[in-house]
């Protein structure tokens, strides 16, 4: 699986960006680096169709580009 690794804070603070999901380490001394957190990308879903279409492969379901908002 391909990603951008970003180091925020050299030694410190790392994100690795998965595309729909970016996650948050932290440097451990034990453990080199500890996953603290992470994020769901949904809205990149309507501005790159590839990774929708792959979305839509791998779960089986289709998203709208967009919905309404009603009262």
Do not use: I, K
């Not at 030694?11 to 080199?32: I, K, T, V």
């Amino acid at each position: 699986m391909e990603f951008v690794e970003v180091e925020d804070v050299p030694g410190r603070a790392l994100r690795r960006d998965y595309g729909l999901l970016e996650l948050y380490f932290s440097a451990d001394g034990r453990a080199g680096w500890a996953l603290t957190g992470g994020m769901l990308q949904v809205h990149r879903l309507a501005g790159e169709p590839e990774l929708a279409a792959g979305w839509r492969r791998a779960v089986g379901a289709d998203f709208a580009p967009s919905t309404a908002w009603v009262d």
